[in-house]
């Protein structure tokens, strides 16, 4: 039987879809609170079969289900995440740290009869490495200010374990991505773009190197 030819596209696995609103960048930590019986269920099934779950953009109806409110909706591409911690702190109650892995897009979507949305989805490939070009190395020292002071915050699970690669264009975007406080639709578009260079460029356009910095009486 011939391999498959490697430049044909990866095929699609079925993934349990989370709708939020909010944006998940690769390599972003997300607690949640879950209580709807859908949820419960899906992370009873993800810890019982050690796989994850994918986590989407709502672009219409509400993360929690209400009567009569509009039909979920969401955006075409998310990112799987794999479960780090796990806690039931009372019946009917999940604490669940998650963490971004990789971007996918999805191809169809079907609800079960619990309301659980499932996805046929397509890992998008990763990006490739770039180096911080010197215009933007302002990005760089910036964001490590900022993951210093971030990361003496005590939590359950640590935001940023991994090394930080703040010259890896794609990384330090994702993070810029995660951490500034733009409108929904802006984080998406960064999100989905695949050009890790673009998308730091971007990010500069609206974060002025430090001896840029407005006079203080304008």
Not at 43 to 69: K, S, W, Y
Not at 82 to 106: A, D, N, S, T
Not at 119 to 143: N, R, T
Request: hydrophobic share 40%.
């Amino acid at each position: 039987m011939p391999d498959r030819d490697p430049s044909s596209p990866p095929a699609l696995t079925e993934l349990p879809l989370f709708p939020l609103g909010t944006v998940l960048f690769p390599g972003a930590l997300l607690p949640l609170q879950l209580f709807e019986l859908r949820y419960l269920q899906m992370i009873d099934e993800c810890e019982r079969q050690g796989t994850g779950f994918g986590v989407v953009t709502l672009t219409q109806g509400r993360e929690v289900r209400q009567p009569g409110a509009a039909a979920e909706q969401f955006e075409p591409m998310g990112t799987r995440v794999q479960i780090e911690r796990i806690e039931r702190p009372q019946p009917g109650l999940v604490m669940v740290w998650c963490r971004g892995v990789e971007k996918f897009r999805i191809a169809s979507t079907q609800q079960r009869s619990d309301g659980l949305w499932l996805g046929q989805v397509q890992a998008l490939p990763p990006e490739p490495e770039v180096q911080v070009p010197e215009d933007l190395q302002h990005l760089s020292a910036h964001m490590h200010e900022a993951l210093t002071q971030l990361s003496k915050q005590p939590g359950v699970v640590p935001h940023w374990p991994q090394a930080w690669r703040l010259q890896d264009c794609s990384w330090l975007s994702h993070r810029w991505g995660e951490l500034l406080p733009l409108p929904l639709q802006m984080k998406y578009r960064l999100f989905a773009l695949q050009e890790p260079l673009l998308r730091l460029e971007l990010v500069g356009d609206m974060v002025a190197p430090a001896d840029e910095k407005p006079p203080a009486n304008s």
